[in-house]
T-cell receptor, first 115, second 115 residues
Framework: AQSVAQPEDQVNVAEGNPLTVKCTYSVSGNPYLFWYVQYPNRGLQFLLKYITGDNLVKGSYGFEAEFNKSQTSFHLKKPSALVSDSALYFCAVRDIESGYSTLTFGKGTMLLVSP | DTAVSQTPKYLVTQMGNDKSIKCEQNLGHDTMYWYKQDSKKFLKIMFSYNNKELIINETVPNRFSPKSPDKAHLNLHINSLELGDSAVYFC??????????????FGPGTRLTVL
């Protein structure tokens, strides 16, 4: 079984400050991990993914995420938030050994960046 | 150019009716998906097709029937619509699902309201 938890419903941060959106996962094997962003009334957009290799993954719009196997976490980070980063963020996981398994999404975290 | 498109964008209908949502992708991807996003923004996979073949069928009522006439199209037909079917339905596509490490590209969504 695979699952993902986003413990915060909402994260508030001031523009220019660093931001972190938390994600932890549970898989029986090794994970593929993804972050997606959803702007209001839009579909999800891919931000970044961890497949293998470097634990620090860089993605679109200046976002990055760090894979931490011991803590089973994949937190999304950005050094300096923009108001335009305000959106709903989803973490997703797939168990590598599961073949045609589905991608399991977290419940989403709303990021609000204030001017 | 629109990568993944869905029609219609909005669909308002009465209980008991039958309706269809169409999806097309011009990315040359082999795999397509249907997701349901409920009012709390929770995202759940419904179906996945790889090269026109059904590979994932989550526990979805058999009133929902996907059809893939070719690998660029995946339509969703819903019979006998119920109030609980009200949601936003997203189509997505990715390169071959077998690898499991490919990001998905989402359409803009179809907001279905059942009265």
């Amino acid at each position: 079984a695979q699952s993902v938890a986003q413990p915060e419903d909402q994260v508030n941060v001031a523009e220019g400050n660093p931001l972190t959106v938390k994600c932890t996962y549970s898989v029986s094997g090794n994970p593929y991990l993804f972050w997606y962003v959803q702007y209001p009334n839009r579909g999800l957009q891919f931000l970044l993914k961890y497949i293998t290799g470097d634990n620090l993954v860089k993605g679109s719009y200046g976002f990055e995420a760090e894979f931490n196997k011991s803590q089973t976490s994949f937190h999304l980070k950005k050094p300096s938030a923009l108001v335009s980063d305000s959106a709903l963020y989803f973490c997703a996981v797939r168990d590598i050994e599961s073949g045609y398994s589905t991608l399991t999404f977290g419940k989403g975290t709303m990021l609000l960046v204030s001017p | 150019d629109t990568a993944v498109s869905q029609t219609p964008k909005y669909l308002v209908t009465q209980m008991g009716n039958d309706k269809s949502i169409k999806c097309e992708q011009n990315l040359g991807h082999d795999t397509m998906y249907w997701y349901k996003q409920d009012s709390k923004k929770f995202l759940k996979i419904m179906f996945s097709y790889n090269n026109k073949e059904l590979i994932i069928n989550e526990t979805v009522p058999n009133r929902f029937s996907p059809k893939s006439p070719d690998k660029a199209h995946l339509n969703l037909h819903i019979n006998s619509l119920e109030l609980g079917d009200s949601a936003v339905y997203f189509c997505a596509s990715s390169q071959a699902e077998l690898a499991g490490n490919n990001e998905q590209f989402f359409g803009p969504g179809t907001r279905l309201t059942v009265l």
